[in-house]
């Protein structure tokens, strides 16, 4: 979308817009006193057409102002937020049209009300500000918000991963190994693999993957701590960039290194297909139909399938984000992802996604998530395993969990493990499953006795629990709330 262009025409239909309404003229009043028609002049003020210099002599003259000032771009104070607007990236990199946006009714929207407007951009400035939210951030989030709007799924990738299977002779029954994958970097696209010089280049100690592209063939550095089924999947997002045809990519997963949100975008439909020629659609739906017709939960069957198909468990998760929707009908859906270090009682949530129409959990910022969900107690489990010296291993829990406030009913499947290459810091990956009455029918082992049953809230500071062994904050939140109500019902009685 190539907004920069309208920038121009946009601010000056604002500019002389202010500056009629500032003079108390209407619109016939302005084509009267410049000779310009008012359809005219209506077309300059939503920004749709910049009049030649003589037209614009004219408007001047009619509202009393000198040429300079008419054609500058500097907009005065009210609009300034939408003069920040503008001059950002975020209009120019963000693809409108993905979310079903019409550049010119954009503009159009900006032009109408610009004071009400400004005050709404205004206010979104000021939230972003005080929530340390970077251009790197509002991409991700405006990445999320489009995977959402289509149920994480997306056809087009699927038949051009199929295609890919079919070109290269994969069997139906076949799956894709690290091996595979490297060969057809090497033999097919001329790709060489080396590994990533820690001695030379440390900082780059904790990339799993650089790619140093180049006409004559690329090269693809390897951080030496990956497991094979990282190596793998980082092999198929390159043959995803390359097989979609995908040029201004990220070199790196590094989110300093996202420029653009087209950067960001490609890189998720690149990562799409490495899941797709990964984790074939044709043989996980049947895989998953077999899982959810058991009549008890079987934790370890999960882990095998993630093992049988040579993934990760947040790639696995991650896959069943595509297909629940499309082939199950399940849409009402949460994925998140959760670091903790070893011996700290610290979580981050550094990923999440929902598709669906209740959103749990979610970011948030200077509170403490409930230590209830088995997102947070599969990590505290698997930290005692590596203090107590067990080997290695994925860890798989679930938990039928009730929303204390909203009583909404989730199931949680939780996943963790070791995260490579970073010493010490452990990741929860989990996928949450609403239970309304249609999906209750297509899992068959939620009435197991083995699967475990709790009450959660979202935040200890918004949670009424106040008997809840695991809080580790008190319920200021809440309180505050209370107390506003509180008040609310005192003034009532007062005020008829």
């Known amino acids: 979308m190539a907004i920069n262009t309208d920038n121009v025409r946009l601010v000056f239909g604002l500019k002389l817009k202010q500056l009629r309404l500032d003079k108390g003229m209407s619109l016939s009043e302005l084509s009267s006193k410049s000779g310009l028609s008012i359809s005219y002049i209506n077309e300059i003020e939503k920004g749709k057409k910049y009049p030649k210099s003589d037209k614009i002599l004219a408007l001047a003259r009619a509202i009393d102002v000198d040429y300079d000032t008419l054609v500058s771009l500097k907009l005065s104070k009210r609009l300034e937020p939408i003069s920040d607007l503008l001059s950002s990236n975020i209009l120019t990199e963000l693809p409108l049209e993905l979310f079903g946006i019409d550049p010119a009714n954009l503009l159009e929207i900006l032009s109408d009300a610009p004071m009400k407007i400004s005050a709404f951009v205004g206010t979104l400035i000021e939230i972003a500000r005080n929530y340390n939210m970077s251009i790197e951030k509002f991409y991700f989030s405006a990445l999320r918000t489009y995977q959402e709007m289509h149920d994480n799924y997306f056809e087009d990738i699927e038949t051009e991963a199929e295609r890919f299977l079919e070109a290269y002779n994969v069997a139906p029954e076949k799956l894709l190994s690290e091996k595979d994958l490297a060969d057809i970097l090497i033999t097919r696209f001329n790709y060489t693999i080396e590994t990533i010089n820690e001695r030379v280049n440390p900082e780059f100690s904790t990339v799993r993957s ?19 089924v ?3 999947f980082i092999y198929g997002r390159e043959i995803g960039y390359l097989t979609l045809g995908l040029k201004n ?7 300093v290194e996202a420029e653009s949100f087209e950067q960001l975008l490609n890189n998720f439909k690149a990562s799409y297909f490495a899941s797709a020629i990964i984790i074939k659609r044709s043989l996980l739906v049947p895989a998953i139909t077999r899982f959810f017709e ?6 370890e069957q999960l882990i095998q399938l993630i093992q049988d198909f040579n993934t990760t468990p947040e790639s696995f998760c991650y896959r069943l984000s595509n297909v629940l929707p499309r082939y199950f009908g399940i849409n ?3 994925f998140s992802r959760f ?3 070893v011996g700290q009682n610290v979580f981050d949530m550094t990923k999440e996604m929902h598709i669906s129409r209740k959103h749990y959990p979610h970011t948030v910022r ?3 998530y409930c230590r209830r969900w088995v997102a947070l107690t599969i990590l505290n489990d698997l930290a005692d395993n590596i203090r107590s010296k067990e080997p290695p291993r994925v860890l798989c829990k679930a938990q039928k969990s009730t929303y204390v406030d909203t009583q909404d009913e989730y199931l949680v499947i939780s996943f963790a493990q070791p995260m490579s290459p970073t010493p010490n810091l452990n990741v929860s990956v989990s996928m949450g499953i609403y239970l309304d009455a249609q999906t209750r029918e297509k899992l068959a082992f939620l009435d197991d006795p083995n699967l475990p049953s709790r009450e959660v809230n979202q935040t200890c500071e918004r949670c009424s629990l106040f008997d809840c062994r695991e809080r580790i904050a008190a ?3 809440l309180q505050k709330k209370h107390k506003n109500e509180a008040l609310r019902k005192a003034l009532k009685k007062i005020i008829p």
């Open 339 to 341: 670091n903790n270090f």
């Open 332 to 334: 009402q859906i949460f």
């Open 249 to 255: 990519r990220l070199h790196t997963t590094a989110l």
């Open 366 to 368: 200077d509170e403490h």
């Open 230 to 232: 990282q190596r793998a």
């Open 475 to 477: 319920p200021i939140i």
């Open 210 to 228: 650089l790619t140093i592209t180049n006409p004559l063939g690329n090269r693809l550095l390897m951080n030496v701590h990956l497991s094979s």
């Open 294 to 299: 058991q009549k008890t939960w079987q934790p």
